[in-house]
């Protein structure tokens, strides 16, 4: 089966304001999670010479749509101006665009479409807790985009291998609970939002040894499974809400000074994180055609993914 590859990329980050000391990239006033993904698409297209009439189809991964649907990609499509195809929202967090990207990599190997549009977009700052008692979990985190555009591969670029794995038994240890279906008639109470329950929770020392154990192996299973050494891999770019694990397990996998930890400077950006730093990384002439690169990410689900990719 032939391979899909990466054909264009793009990013957007909002302007860096103070926030609990630190500064995040924060899109004041917020204008809907479509449209940071709009501009970090626009910008891919241009890096393929494409245009919207090019792209069959649209991954976005979010955990804040514009609404409650249709979906963040149903209204990208609309404001790219790409017709009436095919578009599908993805929700699995902090590895949204792994399995965005998964799911473009099938829809081109299979023959389905000949370019998909895989986005990465979070509005993190319209559900944070900017208050003194949220403050410390609210600085962990910005807005920002990154796009990539996914099509039949040419010579010896390609993505390589794709891995991702969920245990949706621990999920209450990194979760935003309300506005909730599962409440009723209403989605949220007052007493809800008294108790900050429609703010992200998140156990610190959990999330913490969780990816301190599953981000290097699933970054090893990813060689693996592309048949290579990390030796054989350019650069790491290594994603979690806490730079601390990601600062680790560089360590660990004895890559530091190969690494890019996503988190570092801007905050974690969630399904974002990984098309933004990529973009970032290509723009600063860190990698370029030939490079091999491993994206890597673990986090709410908790989820844990990785791939190799050839630029």
């Known amino acids: ?65 514009d609404v409650t649907f249709p979906g963040a990609a149903c209204y990208l499509q609309d404001k790219l101006g790409c017709g009436t195809v095919g578009s599908l929202d993805v ?3 902090c590895t949204g665009f792994l399995c965005a990207l998964m799911v473009a990599d099938q829809f081109v190997r299979n023959g389905q479409y000949q370019s998909v549009l895989a986005v990465g977009a979070e509005l993190h700052s319209v559900w944070v807790d900017y208050s003194e008692k949220g403050i410390a979990l609210a600085r962990l985190f910005g807005d920002g985009a990154g796009a990539a555009i996914i099509g039949p591969a040419n010579g010896d670029s390609g993505i390589l291998a794709t891995v991702l794995h969920m245990d949706g038994s621990r999920h209450r240890q990194f979760w935003c609970e309300y506005p909730a279906s599962r409440q009723h008639p209403t989605r949220i109470t007052k007493e809800n939002v008294r108790a900050g329950k429609h703010f992200p929770q998140m156990d610190v020392d959990d999330v913490r040894s969780f990816g301190l154990r599953a981000l290097p192996e699933v970054v090893r299973e990813a060689a693996a499974k592309a048949d290579t ?13 806490l730079p601390d694990v990601a600062e680790a397990t560089a360590v660990d996998l004895g890559v530091a000074g190969r690494h890019t930890n996503s988190s570092a400077h801007v905050g974690h950006l969630g399904a ?33 993914g990785a791939a190799i990719v050839r630029l």
């Open 1 to 65: 089966m032939p391979r899909s590859a990466i054909l264009g990329l793009g990013d957007y980050l909002p302007r860096l304001v103070d926030c609990g000391g630190v500064s995040r990239p924060v899109e004041d006033p917020p204008p809907g999670t479509s449209v940071l993904g709009l501009h970090a698409s626009r910008a891919a297209l241009e890096s393929a010479r494409m245009s919207p009439d090019d792209v069959d189809f649209i991954v976005f991964a979010t955990i804040n749509p």
């Open 91 to 93: 929700r699995a967090q």
């Open 229 to 241: 050494s990390l030796d054989g891999v350019d650069r790491f770019l290594l994603s979690h809400v």
């Open 272 to 304: 974002a994180s990984l098309p933004l730093t990529l973009t970032q990384e290509v723009r600063a002439g860190r990698l370029g055609p030939g490079s091999t690169v491993c994206l890597a990410a673990a986090g709410a689900g908790y989820s844990w």
